[in-house]
């Protein structure tokens, strides 16, 4: 696993706001960034996901017969 030195460089507010979120977690700072960030890219990879996903257009009324149909078997 690689190292990073993720607290460097950081404005003060965001430090003081990790600070606070890592102590109401019983997390260290690194801890609580390394999740925010595994969640941020997590979050990317699935908005890049949704974006690249083909355009379909389908109707609602054809939604509403299929429901339909599969009920009326």
Do not use: C, H
Not at 32 to 50: G, P, Q, S, T, W
């Amino acid at each position: 696993m690689k190292t990073l030195y993720l607290l460097r460089n950081v404005p003060d507010d965001v430090s003081a706001a990790l600070e606070e979120l890592a102590a109401k977690e019983s997390m260290s700072v690194s801890a609580l960034a390394v999740r925010e960030l595994k969640a941020a890219v997590a979050f990317r990879r699935n908005a890049d996901l949704l974006w690249s996903a083909p355009v379909l257009t389908v109707e609602i009324q054809d939604i509403v017969d299929a429901v339909r149909a599969g009920r009326d078997r």
